[in-house]
């Protein structure tokens, strides 16, 4: 049987995955992002329907490996390859980038959800949002004495208690020590991505004295094999 790879990707190092493959694999987004368009392989945007969705899929294209290369916090599609894969008899292989770790000086407070979030920055006045867009929802919830900087993917329109940003990683050091600097930030709110593009912020919350609060990594499925790192995923690919 001839191996074909569906890649579902998310992150950065799927990218560079799905640089090195043929026409015979296939890559999958949510759609979210941007869309490659100088790939060799097919690209495939949206949802599959869930597990049993996926499942069909897998069969019906004749995958006989599933990688799944989605982001730490997509915990729903990681859920679902699991099991699509045990569904349709192919191996599951992950792509999970290591959390990152508090050094000395960090003072970072690990919350559940969006309410333990909202109850952990009560002692804060100026906090910066990099989660993503699940701020954008609760905007008319600020407290008279907080403003937020909300940085996401793409702009949008804020309040007049919340200023967003659209921007895309990699950061920069510099840049990210201007920002917390212009905007006053008291406070970093951060998924733990574990992502380099995105680490600058921490090192200038070190540098400020700003603490960080971060939202805790969703538990993730089992499955056949688990890299930490795109060499790792590569090498075993290449055997
Ligand atoms: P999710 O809750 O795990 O996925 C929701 C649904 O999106 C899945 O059930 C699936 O739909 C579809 N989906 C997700 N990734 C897919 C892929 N690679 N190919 C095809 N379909 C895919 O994840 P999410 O809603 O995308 O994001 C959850 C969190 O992760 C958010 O906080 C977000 O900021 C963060 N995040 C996600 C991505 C990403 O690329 N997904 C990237 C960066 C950050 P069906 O059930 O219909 O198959």
Known sequence: MTARI??????TEALAIARRLGPQHVYSLAGIGRVPQ???CQVRVGGFGGAEGLASYLREAGITLLI?????????????AASAARIAG????ALRRPAWQAQA???????EDWAALIEALKPFRRP????????????DEIPPEQFWTLRALEACPGNERCEVIGARGPFHIED?????????????ISK???????????EVARELDVPVLILKRPVLPEVDRQFGSLTDLATALLH
């Open 6 to 11: 569906l890649l579902l990707g998310g992150v």
């Open 38 to 40: 100088d790939l060799q």
């Open 68 to 80: 799944d290369a989605t982001h730490p916090y997509a915990a729903q599609i990681s859920r679902n």
């Open 90 to 93: 192919i191996p599951c292989w």
């Open 105 to 111: 000086g960090d003072d970072w407070r690990e919350v």
């Open 128 to 139: 910066l949002f990099t989660l993503g867009r699940e701020p954008l929802q609760h905007l």
């Open 176 to 188: 990210e020590r201007a920002l917390f600097r212009r905007r006053r930030i008291d406070v970093l």
């Open 192 to 202: 733990n991505s574990g992502s380099v593009a995105t680490e600058p912020k921490l």
